[in-house]
Every structure is written in C-alpha cells, then in structure tokens.
C-alpha cells in the first residue's frame, strides 16, 4: 500500500474524502472543464449562430406577428419541401422541412438515408432551388458547443460518456462539501501572491459560490436522459424506447416500416388542419417512413415566448398526429397541454432548468456567468494539484512521479488554455474555410478539433512556463483580432452592430474582446518579475547580516 492510501485508511471520513477529492477530481476536472466551458458558450447557441450566418436577419427583426398570416407561404414551402424529397431521396427513412420564419427564411431539409445517418440541406423558399453557398455562409453555429457540452460528438456513447464524468463530479462536489469544515468562511477569504494559498483560497471561493448552481446542473443533466441512464425499466415493459414514450404521453406508437410501397397523403392539407386547431405556425414537418404503408405525419406548432412569462414548464407548441397514408389526424397536444404525469412534469422541469428554458436573457447570462464559475473551479483545482506538486513533490508514484506530473501539466495546458484558443478557432475558421467547399460545417468543426490537439502538441514540447504564456498570447490575440476578421471578411464591424441595435452578434464580439484583455491580463501575471514575500525577505537580510 502506498504511502498515500495508508494515509486515507489510517484516517476518518474527512481524510478520505480528501483523498477522493483530491484524485477522483484531478482525473475528472479535464473532461467537466470541457463540459462546463462549452455548455457556457451553448446557453447563447442561437445569438453564436446568428453571428456565424450573417445572412440571417438580427433578433429585433425576427418578432414578427405570431398569428397565422405571418408572411410566409408554409403550405407551398411544404410542397417544394416534399417534392425536393422525392425527387432526391424517395429511398430516406425519415423526412423533416423546417419551415420558414423570420429567423430563417429559408426551407431547412433533414433525412435519414437507409444506413440511418443523417443529413441536411436548405433551399430557397421562393424558387425550390438549393441556396446559393456564394451568399450564405453554412454552418454549424452555437449548435457545436451544445453537441460538445452533452456527448461530444460521440452521439449516444458521447451522452454515456458525459454522464459518467458527471455522476464523478456529483461525488467531487459532496466530498468537496464533507472535508470543507469552514467552508462559508473560505468563501469570504482569498489572500492574493501566496502561491498555493492563493490558489486554494480561489479555488474554495468560487466552489462555494457557484455549488448550488453546479449541485442543480449536475443532477439535472442526467435527469434530462434518464430513460437511457436506466433502461432496465423500460426494457423490461416495452420493446423500445419510443412504444415507452407513446405510452407514457398518450400519443400513438411509432410503426415499424412495412416494405409495402404506399402513397404519402397532401402535407399541406394537414398543415392547414394541424395549424387551425393549433391556432399558431406550424414551425417543424416530421414524416416517419415516407411512401411506405407505416408512414405518419407530426407537425410541431412554433414556440412562443411571451414577454414577461417565467414558467418552467413552459407552454410548448403543441404537436399535431396524422397517418401519412390516409391523412386522418390520430391525435393533438394543444401548446401548454401536460402529459405523462406528476413525475414526467418534474422530469420537464428540471430539464428546462437545465436548459436555461425559462427566464429569458436575464436567466441565460445568470447561467453563462455560473457555468464559467464553475469551468474556473476546476481549473483552479487543477492548478492547485500542481502547485502544491511543485512546491514539494509528494513521490505517488515512484521513480515515475515527475513524468506523471509532467503529463498532468501537459492535460492542464492543452484543456484550461487549448480548449479555449480552440473555441476562438472556431469562430475563425467560420470565417475562412471558403464557402463553396462541401459539408462546410464539418470542416469548421474539423478546424476546432485540429486547433486543440495541436496546442497539446504544443504543451508538450516547450517548457511549462513558456507554454502557459505563448498559448495565452495566443488566445489574447485570436479573441482581439476577431471583429477585425469579421470586419474584413464580411464587411460588417461591432459599431455598426450597437449602432443598429444588434446586440446579439455584438454581445458575440464583446464577449471575445473581454476574454482577449483577460487572456493579456493572465500572461502578464506569468511574465512580470516574482518578488519574494516580506517575510522571505526579512530572513534573507538576516542571513545576509549574520554571514
């Protein structure tokens, strides 16, 4: 047994929870900093994508009439969605056209092709042809930290991932709670340029700051998947994950497709139908196995958010049911009708709260300030490890100690300052991939990915100190230039977004201006002489006197 599990053994509660704190967080920190950072940047997914496509009108544009005459065609822009279909993919296993509005006038087509992957496209909702990529720029937008923040782009093994590291931060977080004894005293203490102390007493302040809002994260992510955290209980009542849920929302089963070769009926019939009950858009068409005799129709009613409105279980858009051979309406779930329960209500809850889905503006910035609260947690208690390790090495592993403390260096690098240059990559590479090139958005994502293994590369060739100091620079100069390459890239600047009113996409550019002068600010810190404390002093000039 090594001297460090004697210690925890030989120990009580306390000693051991700081043993798992100390050891379960540090291999964990890496993967939720990188949930946590990009989950901040998510929360503003739709004011990052509009910044990214700026073909798109600004949000005070896109608050139009919320009746049903709003300007667009739907049925005829249903029309030219399903013929596009047949014409292109009559093979797909699912069908959906996102109809125009004002914040996309376009119409958005998604399919599933018969090896199950998914794919998308957009045509021009007035002529039905594909939209013009020398005009607008296709992107995957905000929508990638979201993917990133909840499975990684890994799909459902991603989500499982995540997860696991997520019920590892729950156990940080209450052995955390359990070896802080003072832990509101710690939140009114910092005690600046002591070295470890310092980083400790920051690290304990924004702990104790941010651990209401990281407790209700944490346990609400995996709420919002339970069915796939626990499928037992599923599995042992129905044959699928979506027969569980017709069954628990009172909405008809999903068939399986036949092979039987069966006309689809008029969409746009059932569009007038589904919004005339609805009284509202409809924003979404979803065709399950289209021309086959199993096919069904659902149409999803636009969202509204009303002014001043703060329900958490909000009111919904309704969704409307058709069989997609007859046209006959199988079912309808008016906007703000609940289904599935007191406890599907409370699982609906917590998934809102997760989501920032209430609260407005205000609620988001709430949760993008708390989420990088947490994100700078872990990183302090990153660099604490290593802190502490440089101070005095505790020998854990051997004659192999330095080389692990010289990979954990290496992992704090590349995650805390590499995740972030990445990001900021990111934004860049939607501005100069070219626009003609195909799946655009693939290669922007491809960018951020190649960014953020070469800052490890990185980390692991220069010395510790030079790396943490180049890779700020870096990040400072990426995040100052960006207006500039917007500005030259796509004619359009920051004072003229505040002068027009466009306080999404300028909030995009302050935000990466505040980050800039912070990243400065942090290799500044590292660069600038270190004087030695007055106390260190005082016995050095006594040494001095005595010699």
Partial sequence: MSKVDSGAAQGGLRQSMAWLHTWGGLWACWVLFVIFLTGSLGVFDEPITRWMKPHLPQASEATGDTGLDDGFDRPQAVRMGRAWFEENQPGAHFWGIGLPSDEDPSIRLFWMDPQE??????????????????????????????????????????????????????????????????????????????????????????????????????????????????????????????????????????????????????????????????????????????????????????????????????????????????????DIQMPGELRGGSAQDVQSVMANLHFAAFGGHLVRWLYFFSGLAGAAMLATGALLFMVKRRQRSLNEFGASTQRVYRVIEVLNIGTLTGLSIACVAFFWGNRLVPLSIADRPEWEIAVFFVVWLLTFVHAALRPTSRAWVEQLLALAALCLLLPLLNWLTVGDQLFAYLQRGDGERAGVELVALGCGVLSLWGAWRLTRPKVAPARSRQRAAVAEAQS
């Fill in 117 to 330: 992957n998914f794919h998308n496209t957009s045509i021009d909702a007035t002529t039905g042809k594909p939209v013009d990529s020398a005009h607008e720029r296709d992107s995957e937008g905000g929508h990638h930290f979201v993917h990133m923040h909840f499975e990684f782009h890994g799909g459902t093994a991603g989500i499982w991932f995540v997860g696991a590291f997520t019920m590892a931060m729950l156990v940080a977080l209450v052995s955390g709670i359990v070896i802080h004894k003072r832990i509101f005293k710690d939140f009114f203490t910092f005690r600046p340029s002591k070295g470890q102390r310092s980083w400790l007493d920051a690290h304990n302040a924004l702990s104790v700051l941010s651990l209401p809002f990281q407790l209700m994260i944490a346990y609400t992510g995996l709420a919002t998947f339970y069915a796939l955290y626990m499928p037992a209980g599923v599995a042992a009542h129905y044959d699928n994950e979506d027969a569980y849920f017709a069954d628990l929302l009172a909405r008809p089963v999903p068939q399986e497709m036949t092979g039987i070769a069966a006309p689809l009926a008029k969409l746009d019939d059932m569009l007038l139908s589904g919004e005339q009950q609805l009284q509202r858009p409809v924003s979404f068409v979803s065709i399950e196995h289209p021309n086959d005799s199993s096919s069904s129709v659902r149409l999803f009613g636009r969202f509204i958010e009303r002014p001043g409105e703060y329900r958490l279980l909000g009111d919904g858009g309704g969704q409307v049911f058709f069989n997609g051979v007859t046209g006959g309406q199988t």
